[in-house]
Nanobody, 122 residues
Framework: VQLQASGGGLVQAGGSLRLSCAAS????????MGWFRQTPGKEREFAAG????????IYADSVKGRFTISRDNSKNTVYLQMNRLKSEDTGVYYC????????????????WGQGTQVTVSS
């Protein structure tokens, strides 16, 4: 499956963005999906994950209560709604697909999108 992330951009602190991850070459409902991010000077880290039909979601503590992951399998798309953005949320955001489970470890994921840049100005 190929993944294409989009929706990044420049936003002021306190603002919102919605990222999208469109899948092609496969049926998205067959995969658990995750969003990861790489912020400046840090390793890529888990942000949010969702089960195949959306019944279960998990979040990193740093984004809990501000970010919401969702999916629309009929559109083969996963979303990350990001609210109350902070300067420390600046980074490249990646979507990833896992055939087996919701995972917080990037090595568990089988497919990756190319990343979309999010920049939050303070």
């Amino acid at each position: 499956v190929q993944l294409q992330a989009s929706g990044g951009g420049l936003v002021q602190a306190g603002g919102s963005l919605r990222l999208s991850c469109a899948a092609s070459g496969g049926t998205l409902s067959g995969y658990f999906m995750g969003w990861f991010r790489q912020t400046p000077g840090k390793e890529r880290e888990f942000a949010a994950g969702i089960s195949r039909y959306g019944a279960r979601t998990i979040y990193a503590d740093s984004v809990k209560g501000r970010f919401t992951i969702s999916r629309d399998n009929s559109k083969n798309t996963v979303y990350l709604q990001m609210n109350r953005l902070k300067s420390e949320d600046t980074g490249v955001y990646y979507c990833a697909a896992d055939r087996d489970t919701i995972a917080t470890i990037e090595t568990e994921y089988d497919y990756w999108g190319q990343g979309t840049q999010v920049t939050v100005s303070s």
